[in-house]
Nanobody, 122 residues
Framework: QVQLVESGGGLVQAGDSLRLSCAAS????????MGWFRQAPGKDREFVAA????????DYADSVKGRFTISRDNSKNAVYLQMNTLKPEDTAVYYC???????????????WGQGTQVTVSS
């Protein structure tokens, strides 16, 4: 059974940093592209960042480029999201997701965590 468990969310002030972690089990982690998505109240879930199964290629939403960094540790079956210079508009539930090999669309992410709340106060 595949499990993705996020941690590291919390309440911070604008300009602060947070590091989210996602622990994966029950899948061949090194063969999965890992992504972070977020959903703010009243809004659709949106893509934040992804790191390819090979680890060398990353992708970011324009809204977080230069502020967020995604990384992975295949030896620990873990993926991370370092979030710097947080803004109130970053407030959302952040989800970790896994897609086998290279996903084309969000629908290719077959596995999802339960999410962790990030709240940024102004």
């Amino acid at each position: 059974q595949v499990q993705l468990v996020e941690s590291g969310g919390g309440l911070v002030q604008a300009g602060d940093s947070l590091r989210l972690s996602c622990a994966a089990s029950g899948l061949t982690f090194s063969r999965h592209t890992m992504g972070w998505f977020r959903q703010a109240p009243g809004k659709d879930r949106e893509f934040v960042a992804a790191i390819r199964w090979g680890g060398g290629i990353t992708d970011y939403a324009d809204s977080v480029k230069g502020r967020f960094t995604i990384s992975r540790d295949n030896s620990k079956n873990a993926v991370y999201l370092q979030m710097n210079t947080l803004k109130p508009e970053d407030t959302a539930v952040y989800y970790c997701a896994a897609a086998y090999m290279t996903p084309v669309t969000t629908r290719d992410y077959a596995y999802w965590g339960q999410g962790t709340q990030v709240t940024v106060s102004s």
